[in-house]
């Protein structure tokens, strides 16, 4: 099981990524973890990293399927979380797996309207004692202050005009990789708005697993 997960922000694709790979074995490669750890282990690639970081520079797509490399040929079934964001990371994408000699399952594209993501996103609240965060509808921070005593903060970039940004960024970017995909039958669509079992019994059912 060779997996690409798409989806905007706050459609839960790590959640489902990290319960895909629980119930099935699959190892979980994000892309976010990947550049924190290679930065963190001050490696050549890690320090070029860095370098584009510090100059507010976006890290160019060679370099993150680079870091990629290892995880994609060190596991037999993984899913792919955090890229490719727009069609050029997806060409780079597709020039490693072939010359890796890895063929591509399937892209499954979690969706959800911009609105529900919207209230999903500007809910959370993060504790600055703990670090774990909230939703103020769904799972409220804790009352006791022995229990976590916060304060409980919004992230900057969850207010909701940051929020309705990243969503036409991704809108403009990234969701035309669905078109991409489709043109190679590689694509399903799981409806993110569900209770996370039942996505996660969808995704499983759209990669061929049993749910």
Known sequence: MRVILL?????????QAHRIAQQTGAKHIST???????????SELGQKVQDYNDRGELVPDEIIVEMAKPYLTGAD????????RNESQARAL???????GIELDKVIALEAPDDDLVKRLSGRRTSDSTGKIYHVEHDPPPENSDEDPGPFV?????TEDAIRRRL????????????????RG??????????????????????????
């Not at 976010?32 to 001050?42: C, F, L, N, P, W």
């Open 7 to 15: 989806g905007p922000q706050g459609a839960g694709k790590g959640t």
């Open 32 to 42: 976010g973890d990947i550049v924190r750890a290679e930065i963190k282990s001050g």
């Open 77 to 84: 079934s993984w899913l792919l979380d955090g890229f490719p």
């Open 94 to 100: 597709d020039a490693a797996l072939k010359e890796l």
């Open 154 to 158: 919004q992230r900057k970039d969850d």
């Open 168 to 183: 036409e960024i991704y809108h403009d970017q990234t969701e035309p990789l669905k078109d991409y995909y489709a043109e």
């Open 186 to 211: 590689l694509l399903a669509t799981v409806d993110a708005t569900q209770e996370i079992s039942k996505v996660t019994d969808d995704v499983l059912k759209a990669v061929g697993e049993t749910a």
